[in-house]
């Protein structure tokens, strides 16, 4: 079956940036959130980013236009009918995903696979809120979404091989390198990537160094593009939190959530989103 329509669950930071991929790889956009205010800040951040790439002579306008033609957006599950794949997006947290994928499976059409973006939940658990376990896989992107070349691809206990490989090759098509990791809480990257960032705030909350001396370290010491606490204000301190939780969860105390960083999420310093982290934005 062709591929057509792709519905994103969740019009945020990864929603939003999934959404762009697709578009731009050529294929129509169902886009959705709980409200019309964060698709309407989705929308925002898909046009602006887009208009860049005119200003940078890499796309014209008319191109622009026809990409943006193709995205339309809801706040109700009951429109994703007539998608022809689906990838989830929405917050870390499993109730809510339960919900979701319990109404997609009532209203999508039972061969269309549902894919989770999730960063840290299990794939094998959220099939099992399906009644097509075989058709629910893990497609994990990297903030930005449209930069970054990687898509972490988790199968489920029971996800079918056919699911695998009709993942793989959108991947293909969407200019993103498909890799297949375990379904373990967190997978291969977050498991690596979130405990890097909470050792970090460790060491910040341990008084090791200040944060742009922790960050500065890896960034000229280890070559990485962004130190950790940059990257942790970048991708949402509520969600560094909420991964940290699922991995100590599953894994026990080696990945206990910095006290710090619980301090932060309880104050609302969410990282750039809301203007303060362990940076100042220019918000509170
Ligand atoms: N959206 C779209 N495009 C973006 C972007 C964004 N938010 N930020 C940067 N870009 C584009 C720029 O437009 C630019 O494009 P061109 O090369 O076509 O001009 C390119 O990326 C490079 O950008 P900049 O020169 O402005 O800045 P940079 O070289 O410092 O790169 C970065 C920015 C790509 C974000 C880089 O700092 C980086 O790779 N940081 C680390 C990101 C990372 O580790 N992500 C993983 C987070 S963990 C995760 O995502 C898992 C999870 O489950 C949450």
């Not at 033609?69 to 599950?77: A, E, Y």
């Not at 997006?89 to 549902?114: S, Y």
């Not at 199968?155 to 993942?167: H, K, P, W, Y």
């Not at 909470?198 to 000229?220: P, Q, R, T």
Request: hydrophobic share 40%; charged share 25%.
């Amino acid at each position: 079956m062709e591929i057509k329509l792709i519905g994103v669950i969740g019009a945020g930071q990864m929603g939003s940036g999934i959404s762009e991929v697709c578009l731009t790889s050529g294929f129509q956009v169902l886009m959705s959130d709980i409200n019309w205010e964060t698709i309407g800040r989705g929308k925002v951040r898909i046009t602006g980013d887009l208009e860049k790439r005119v200003q940078k002579g890499k796309m014209t306008s008319d191109e622009k236009e026809g990409i943006l033609k193709r995205l339309s957006t809801t706040t109700r599950i009951e429109d994703f009918g007539n998608c022809d794949f689906v990838i989830e997006a929405a917050v870390e947290n499993v109730p809510l995903k339960e919900e979701i994928f319990k109404r997609l499976d009532e209203v999508t059409r039972k061969e269309i696979i549902l894919a989770s973006n999730t960063s840290s939940i299990s794939i094998t658990r959220i099939a099992s809120f399906t009644k097509r376990p075989d058709r629910v896989i893990g497609m994990h992107f990297f903030n930005p979404a449209p930069v970054m070349k990687l898509i972490e691809i988790i199968r489920g206990l029971v996800t079918s091989d056919e699911t695998f490989q009709i993942t793989r090759e959108l991947s293909l098509k969407l200019g993103k390198t498909p890799l297949e990791a375990n379904d373990f809480p967190g997978f291969v990257s977050s498991r690596l990537i979130f405990s890097f960032m909470n050792e970090a705030i460790y060491a910040f909350y341990e008084g090791l160094g200040k944060a742009e001396d922790i960050d500065a370290v890896m960034k000229m010491g280890a070559n990485h593009p962004m130190g950790p606490l940059e990257l942790a204000d970048f991708v949402g301190l509520d969600t560094v939190l909420s991964v940290m939780k699922v991995l100590q969860e599953a894994f026990g105390d080696k990945y206990r959530p910095c006290p710090l960083l619980i301090k932060y999420v309880d104050a609302g310093y969410l990282g750039v989103k809301t203007g303060r982290g362990f940076y100042p934005y220019g918000g509170k």
